[in-house]
């Protein structure tokens, strides 16, 4: 049986990526949708009434959903032809004063579910399977008062690349992709709507393309940014120093 998992499906980016692996050939056998809101991710699965799905209500910032998740591979002995990595978050403003429990989870999510989900999914993986990280352009240079968002994606970004070299020679791919602002949820869960002027000038990405570019991508290539604006910006981050582009890019 050959599934694809995404997690974040219950949302933005993740119901596009949903969408356009419903839009590929061949299917796999099974969808396995992760998050935490079960009616958004009922409600999707019935969008497509020809898949098998399993939704599946995990709160990824909680150790047992990763438990769980382990058992359903084994008792399955799936094959995982695509594990997509998207549910995240951000938050802006300034580090000093700000929730711990906010900061601290996010490093939950963006960067140790991320790492277990992959780590679990690995043995389950063959030749011709892939890992899809979402990252940000975040990524590529050090972002004041989005601090630790920044930080967990430049983990992400690193953490694809060398986990890339380690499966080459299993034929498995891993392609971090790396969009700009989207409109999704996510601005209103970061609290950017109207606080800052960087975000309301930015060129933003389109979510629906964003996830078709990826999976267009994803059993061949390492990093995907989408907009020429930001591929500007990744070159950019790795040319000049850190000091100058944080002023260039500040929030
Ligand atoms: N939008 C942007 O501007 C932007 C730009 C660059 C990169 N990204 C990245 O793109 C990815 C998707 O974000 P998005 O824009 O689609 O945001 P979104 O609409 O807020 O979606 C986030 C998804 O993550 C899930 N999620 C949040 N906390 C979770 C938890 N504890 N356990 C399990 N699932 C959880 C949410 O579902 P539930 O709430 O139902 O759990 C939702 O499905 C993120 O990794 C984000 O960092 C976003």
Redesign the pocket.
Known sequence: MEIVVI????????TEFLDGIMNETPLPDEIWL????EE?LQQLAAKYPEMTFRCLP????KPESYDEYGHLLAENSATVRLLIN?????KLGEFHGSHVGEQAGMVD??CRALTAMTALTLPYMTRGSAVLN?C???AFAPTPRMTVYCST?AYVYSFSKSLRRELRSQGINVLAVC????S????D?ADIVGRSKTFQTLPYCN?KKVARGALKRVYRRGIYTPHPFYKLYRVLGKLLPHALVMYMSKT
Do not use: C, H, W
């Open positions: 997690t974040g499906a219950s949302a933005g980016l993740g992760i998050a935490r809101r958004r995990f709160d990824l910032q998207n549910a995240g978050y951000g999510l963006n979402v940000s352009i975040a994606k969009p700009g602002p989207m999704t949820e996510f601005l869960v979510p």
